[in-house]
């Protein structure tokens, strides 16, 4: 089990502070006065960078040094974000609540995924917008991040049932070269998701 809290805890960006490819590939979707929730958001790479384009952002993370590092990120980019600590298994989803979902490397055990999935759901507005990746079960071939364990880890049938009251725009599985980090670098297996709430 990762110690995200001892993770975080240095001074550099355990994934950096520039925002995930696949994330930043969907910004013709994404348009200011948004509201945004970054769920895991870790260091706030991803919300940080969503704030940068005018979206009314909330982070959650678990991590209390990745929630204050992200705070810091968004004071160098001269953004406001709302960066909240808790525990994403047992915290109470708003319903109804956002524009956009960026689900960026959430990674978590089958035992609770399909229910924090629908509460991700639930919590967009009708025709609100997710956007997931995820490193794919094959991931475990590769030595360029992501759990070591298959439990953790998904494929495009899992996320098509787990999303199955979704509107799924786009679902399937790349191969990729990450180039976040020194943590996430190399070639990759990863599934994306776009879908947006009926």
């Known amino acids: 089990m990762v110690n995200w809290d001892l993770r975080y805890a240095g001074e550099d960006y355990f994934y950096g502070e520039e925002p995930n490819q696949f994330l930043a590939e969907q910004r013709h979707r994404l348009h200011a006065g948004m509201r945004a929730l970054v769920p895991a958001d870790g260091e706030g790479r991803n919300g940080v960078w969503l704030a940068t384009l005018g979206l009314d952002v909330h982070t959650v993370d678990g991590a209390a040094s990745g929630v204050a590092k992200a705070r810091k990120l968004a004071d160098q980019e001269g953004v406001e974000i709302l960066a909240e600590q ?25 035992a609770v995924r399909p229910r924090i999935h629908a509460n991700m759901l639930k919590a967009l507005k009708p025709g609100g917008l997710l956007i997931l990746e995820a490193f794919h079960q094959e991931q475990l071939r590769f030595r360029s991040g992501g759990p070591k364990d298959v439990d953790l880890l998904y494929t495009e049938d899992i996320l098509r049932t787990d999303f199955v009251d979704a509107r799924i725009q786009q679902l399937e599985k790349c191969r990729i070269a990450l180039d976040e980090s020194d943590a996430h670098r190399g070639e990759a297996a990863v599934v994306r998701l776009v879908a947006t709430q009926r």
Not at 86 to 110: C, E, G, K, N, R
Request: a negative charge; aromatic letters at 24%.
């Open 86 to 110: 808790a525990d994403l298994f047992t915290w109470d989803w708003p319903q109804s609540a956002y524009d956009v979902i960026a689900s960026i490397f959430f990674h978590m055990p089958s």
